[in-house]
C-alpha cells in the first residue's frame, strides 16, 4: 500500500507507469488495436504517404506501419518481459542460495556467476546467438544466459545482510526449515532490490533485442519487431526518415517509461531517499530569527 501512495505521488513515476500499462495493453489485444493485417503485402501502397486509412502510411512492401508497430510490441517489449521473469527467477533462486547458505555452496555459485559476468554482455550474447543461431528465441535464451548471473550476486548481496539477523537465528532455533525461511522471511526483504534491478535490467534488455534484430540476427520476417522496422527503413532513411522514426520513438518512449518507473522504483523503496524539501532548506538555511538569536547569544 505504501509503495502505491509513493509511486502515486511521484508523477513521472505514475505517467511512466501509466505509458508502460498502455503499451503492455496494446501488445497483448493487438489484434483489436491494428488496423489492418501487419503481414499482408499490397504493392500498389508502396511507401503510401500517412492517409486516414493507414495513419503512419506504408512500408517497401504496402503493409502498415501502425499495425506493425502495434503487434511489434509483442517480441519487444512483452517477450523480453517474459525472458526478464526467468531470469530474475533463475538468478534470484541461486542467489538467496548462495546468501543463505554460503560457504562452499556460495564460493561455486559465485564462480560461475564470476565466469559469466567476465565477458561483456553483447560478446557473449552475440557468442551464444551465432551457436544457436538467428531468430528471437535464440536472442530469448541469450539474454537468459547472460542476465541470470546479474541477478544471482545483486540477490546473494541483499541476502547477506539479513542472513546472519537475530530473527533468523531465532527461526532457526525454532526449528524452521532452511526453504521456509528463504522464502517466508529472506526473499520478502529482498525484494526492493529484485524490483529495482529487474526494471533497470528490462530497458537494456529491450534495447538490446532492437539492436540485435536491427543487425538481422534478432525475430524473422515477415514478423514484426521494433528494431527489424527500423532496419527496413534505413534505405529510405533520408528520402522518407518518417518511417524510421515510428519505431524508434517507440523504442524511445518504453524504455525512457521503464527508467523513470525505475528510479521511481528505488525511492519509493528505499524510505532513506524520501526526503522533504521544505524541511531540507529549512535545515541548512536558518531562518533571520534563530540567527538574530545566535548573534544575541
Not at 529510405?236 to 528510479?263: C, H, K, Q, Y
Request: aromatic content about 10%; proline content about 5%.
Amino acid at each position: 500500500m505504501n509503495l502505491y501512495k509513493n509511486i502515486r505521488n511521484d508523477k513521472l513515476a505514475a505517467l511512466s507507469f501509466s505509458v508502460i500499462l498502455v503499451i503492455v495493453a496494446a501488445g497483448l489485444f493487438a489484434p483489436l488495436f491494428a488496423p489492418h493485417d501487419p503481414n499482408e503485402v499490397q504493392m500498389e501502397l508502396r511507401y503510401a504517404s500517412p492517409s486516414w486509412g493507414y495513419l503512419l502510411g506504408n512500408d517497401h512492401l504496402g503493409r502498415c506501419i501502425l499495425s506493425r508497430l502495434i503487434y511489434g510490441i509483442r517480441p519487444s517489449v512483452l517477450w523480453v518481459f517474459v525472458a526478464l521473469v526467468i531470469s530474475v527467477v533463475l538468478g534470484g533462486g541461486l542467489g538467496l542460495i548462495a546468501g543463505y547458505f554460503r560457504g562452499k555452496t556460495d564460493a561455486v555459485i559465485m564462480r560461475i556467476c564470476d565466469v559469466m559476468l567476465s565477458f561483456p554482455g553483447y560478446v557473449m550474447s552475440l557468442a551464444v546467438i551465432g551457436i544457436l543461431g538467428a531468430g528471437l528465441t535464440n536472442v530469448l535464451i541469450a539474454f537468459v544466459l547472460m542476465k541470470w548471473a546479474w541477478f544471482a550476486r545483486v540477490i546473494r548481496t541483499s541476502v547477506l545482510q539479513y542472513a546472519e539477523s537475530d530473527y533468523i537465528k531465532f527461526s532457526k532455533a525454532l526449528g524452521f526449515g532452511n526453504f521456509r525461511i528463504i522464502v517466508k522471511q529472506l526473499l520478502p526483504v529482498s525484494l526492493p532490490d529484485i524490483a529495482v534491478t529487474s526494471s533497470s535490467a528490462f530497458g537494456a534488455m529491450i534495447l538490446q533485442i532492437s539492436g540485435f534484430s536491427f543487425l538481422g540476427l534478432g525475430i524473422e520476417a515477415p514478423h514484426a519487431e521494433w528494431g527489424m522496422m527500423l532496419n527496413e527503413a534505413r534505405e529510405v532513411m533520408f528520402t522518407r526518415p518518417e518511417l524510421m522514426l515510428a519505431p524508434g520513438l517507440a523504442i524511445v518512449v518504453i524504455v525512457t517509461a521503464v527508467n523513470f518507473l525505475s528510479d521511481g522504483l528505488q525511492v519509493a523503496l528505499d524510505p532513506k531517499l524520501i526526503v522533504s524539501k521544505p524541511k531540507l532548506q529549512r535545515q541548512e538555511i536558518p531562518s533571520a530569527v534563530e540567527r538574530k538569536g545566535e548573534e544575541v547569544a
